[in-house]
């Protein structure tokens, strides 16, 4: 029910953002052409515009998904949309300056393009603005409304009746509630239409939408008749499924060839966002891999003139819920530094499973150059390429640490781990053990592309200043 509409909802409002980004662009061309000084050269034909503009509509596309514009199940408040709307229109300009540079258009200027930028902007802010209006102005007619009856008489139905009341976006009105009858957490909730029993009656003698049933799971096999009532006068029905507890996951309903299956997830489920994010961890690795070859070779040949053993330092490292596989780093210590560790344990700096120490002895010269910079990082880019591993999430945890996890810290797991998270740009060393698994756990629960984004722009400025290397 709130599925369908939201569908309908976010895609009217993709589409009107569409004709917003191409009409903001053909007016900023409109007004170049009929001021071309103010724009400091004189305007060329539309046509050799046009690819601009398929450029600008891709541009928004996929800033507004990494955004999570169109993901809402409601309309939002303008306030809460302004911030990344502007970041967004920002983002179509830099791109179409981008592709006009890549199309040799020299006369495109930057004042047409913070023009056009400015239109986005006000365009789509637009949009959102008669959006909200429309919405206000129907609910205030009653239309679009529906009309819906609750079955139950305890605290699941009062809070399901509670939750429609804050909820006006969703043009869901509650009639009243049928007393399912035999509820131990409660009395009949008001306004009363019925017992149970009265069901076809009600639904015969009033404007009745949508049924929600919501009673305790001991009491479904009573609900069998009710369910065959409304499908028999063509009233949808809904069951609320809270018969399980649950405080992180996020229910999903699925059929397995004609089975329907309810799915309880903790971590991020949305096919195409994750398939978008795979293609960034291909693209970028793979662009880096080629483009980082010389690096490569530099960092390779210091660490073999450096010290005695191999360039490359292997370790069992384990990954998504609980694979394990042959992590890569160039070597930063020398060669039996494992074997010392055990010599060291009294002066480990960390709490918990890890091992820390600030002055580590085991380091090489070039050793302590390369963990400063993060250069010993690079060979984790093939991890990104292989899927093994991901651009952003949490940091790969060697065996032994695992064993040592609290049941809790063990969702760490539960998403593919990555070159940088929350733990890379808060401090890395200086941050003590049950932060950082709070700070992975905020990862997983709080995951988007937008997040995904923000963060690896977040580690740039980290790495380049060595925050938290040790």
Sequence with gaps: ???????????????????????AFFFAYGLRARFPSAFLRAAAPLSAYLPLVAVALVAWSVGGGL???????????????????????CTVGAATFAGAFALRLLDVSRVFVGLFTLLVFL???????AAWLVVRSARRRGQGLRTVAIVGSGEAAEEVGQTIARHSEWGLVVAGYVDAGSEPDGAPLRPLLGALTDLASILETQVIDEVIFAVGRGRLDDLEPAFLT???????????????????????????????VLGFDTVPTHAWALAIKRAFDVVLSGVALVLLAPLFALVAAAVKMSS??????????????????????????VLNAEAQRSSLAVHNEADGPVFKIRHD??????????????LDELPQLWHVFAGEMSIVGPRPPIPSEVAQYKR????????????????????????????WMQ????????????????????????????????
């Design 361 to 374: 002895p085991r380091l090489t010269a070039v050793g302590a150059a390369l963990r400063k910079t993060s």
């Design 123 to 129: 365009g789509t802010t637009g949009v959102r603005v």
């Design 230 to 260: 409304c499908e028999e006068l063509g009233v949808g029905a809904r069951l609320v499924l809270n018969f399980f507890p649950h405080k992180l996951s996020r229910l999903s309903f699925e059929e397995m060839d004609g089975i329907p």
């Design 1 to 23: 029910m709130l599925r369908q509409r939201a569908r309908v909802v976010s895609t009217t409002l993709f589409a009107a953002d569409l004709v917003a980004v191409a009409a």
């Design 67 to 89: 955004a999570q514009f169109y993901r809402s199940r409601r309309v939002r408040p303008v306030s809460l949309d302004l911030l990344r709307v502007a970041s967004v229109a």
């Design 408 to 435: 809790w810290q063990r969702r760490r797991l539960s998403m593919k781990p990555g070159l940088t998270c929350f733990w890379q740009v808060s401090g890395r060393s200086e941050i003590g053990f049950e932060e």
């Design 439 to 470: 700070l992975d756990l905020r990862y997983i629960d709080s995951w988007s592309l937008w997040l995904d984004l923000k963060l690896v722009l977040r580690t740039i400025p980290a790495v380049l200043l060595g925050r938290g290397a040790h």
């Design 308 to 333: 005695p053993g191999p360039v490359l330092f292997r370790q069992r490292r384990v990954g998504l819920n609980g694979r394990e596989f042959w992590f890569l780093k160039f070597r930063s210590m």
